[in-house]
Nanobody, 111 residues
């Protein structure tokens, strides 16, 4: 299964964006799908995860602002990002156990 990210863009601080991760196959076949981000020049960071039974987990840096969700009918995993901060600027990736890394989608938050 391959995962493709989309939905990135540029937004002002305090704004919102919704990212989407589209799977080439059934997301129910993947135990856990996660969103990661990598700011320029920094290491990749795990920020949110979801399982087929909708168990979710978040990094402290995004808890209360970001929401991960899954749509089995559409084979997509979304990431709703609210109250964006400048420090949220990064390339965002989705990845699941057994999947390859995609190109990611750029999110830029300006002050």
């Amino acid at each position: 299964v391959q995962l493709v990210e989309s939905g990135g863009g540029s937004v002002q601080a305090g704004g919102s964006l919704r990212l989407s991760c589209a799977a080439s196959g059934s997301i129910d076949d993947i135990y856990m799908i996660s969103w990661y981000r990598q700011p320029s020049g920094k290491q990749r960071e795990l920020i949110a995860s979801i399982t087929p039974k909708n168990w979710t987990d978040y990094a402290d840096s995004v808890k209360g602002r970001f929401t991960i969700s899954r749509d089995s009918a559409k084979n997509t995993v979304g990431l709703q990002m609210n109250s964006l901060k400048v420090e949220d600027t990064a390339v965002y990736f989705c990845n699941g156990i057994g999947t390859d890394w995609g190109q990611g989608t750029q999110v830029t938050v300006s002050s």
